[in-house]
């Protein structure tokens, strides 16, 4: 017996728009948990590694990581929730693709950049990097000098080029878009409610 179109769509799942942040979310603190770690092992002091030492850092990063990942992704969380559904099929697909590879390219930006810093000075970002922002010129001068940036950009532009094919090979934007196009708006309200209850909940 052929299916109606109507029976094909309600056979469909229902996938919320809001889902595409999950794993940009689960990236977030993937990547977080691995630089910690790097930075540890990094700083080559084995007594890092003691598990009285390692356990409460991790937990304690966890516990950020998530804090910051909540407001890493409400650029997704926004898109999802505002896209008019006339236009929500292939265009809201593409725009979170290409959305989701800025931030995860930010990301890695990051990432490599803590890497840098904790080798000038030892320590994580902190008020150091803001005279960073404040005086762009000197900084990136000192920087030119002590670092190879061609490679470095092109590395992290390789990265993301590579995540960004990977992304669009899997074909799951397309179908997320296709499966959310026609999501209610108070469904799509009442999971944002929940996404901004949770940055609330953790400052």
């Known amino acids: 017996m052929t299916e109606t179109p109507v029976q094909v769509q309600r056979a469909a799942p229902v996938t919320s728009r809001l889902a595409l942040a999950g ?3 689960v990236a977030f603190v993937v ?3 691995l630089t910690r770690l790097g930075l540890a092992a990094f700083n080559a002091d084995t007594s890092l590694f003691e598990p ?3 356990g409460p850092a991790v937990l304690l990063g966890l516990g950020y990581d998530v804090a910051v990942a909540l407001w890493w992704c409400l ?3 926004l898109l999802g929730w505002w896209w008019p559904a006339a236009r929500a099929r292939s265009a809201l697909g593409i725009v979170a693709l290409v959305l989701t ?3 995860i390219g930010g ?3 990051v990432s490599v950049a803590e890497f840098v810093f904790w080798n000038e000075f030892a320590s994580r970002f902190n008020f150091i990097a803001v005279d960073y922002l404040l005086y762009t010129r000197e900084v990136i001068g000192n920087i030119r000098e002590s670092y190879n940036l061609p490679l470095i950009f092109g590395g ?3 990265a993301s080029a590579v995540v960004y ?3 669009w090979r899997t074909g799951y934007p397309r179908r997320w878009a296709e499966a959310a196009a026609h999501e209610p708006f108070k469904s799509r309200l009442a999971a944002g409610g929940v996404w901004f209850a949770g940055i609330l909940a953790v400052g």
């Open 52 to 54: 009285l030492r390692l």
């Open 23 to 25: 794993p940009l979310f």
């Open 107 to 109: 990301l890695v930006f």
């Open 165 to 167: 094919w990977l992304c």
């Open 156 to 158: 992290l532009a390789i």
């Open 31 to 33: 990547v977080s948990a």
């Open 101 to 103: 590879a800025a931030l």
């Open 75 to 77: 650029p997704l969380v």
